[in-house]
């Protein structure tokens, strides 16, 4: 099964950064290419939700409110990669992220990949 592949997370102190990217295929992304690309995360006892995404060409970027002028969403489509930079992270942003492309979850819910898990404790 085709999926993305996230990496880069890790145990980091609050205030710290961290850098995530993601591997997507080059199939998922050829079959939807209108789609956005997005992060998402999901913490302990709580749904996932979206964090930044991306369009196609990286001409246009969204961030929940919360991560806004913290989190930095961008993509290099000659390697089928996207990333998140993130800054200033606080305890809150523990979770495990995702990519996915944005999009309805019947859409998206097979490409769902492992994520990677990011830790901001002292």
């Known amino acids: 099964q085709v999926q993305f592949v996230e990496s880069g997370g890790g145990l980091v102190q609050p205030g710290g950064s961290l850098r995530l990217s993601c591997a997507a295929s080059e199939s998922i992304l050829s079959m939807h290419p209108m789609n956005a690309m997005g992060w998402y995360r999901q913490a302990p006892g709580k749904q996932r939700e979206l964090v930044a995404t991306?369009?196609?060409?990286?001409?246009?970027?969204n961030y929940r409110d919360s991560v806004k002028d913290r989190f930095t969403i961008s993509r290099d489509n000659a390697k089928n990669t996207v990333f998140l930079q993130m800054n200033g992270l606080k305890p809150e942003d523990t979770a495990v992220y995702y990519c996915n492309l944005v999009g309805s979850d019947r859409l998206i819910r097979d490409y769902w990949g492992q994520g990677t898990q990011v830790t901001v404790s002292s």
């Open positions: 991306i369009t196609p060409r990286g001409g246009s970027t």
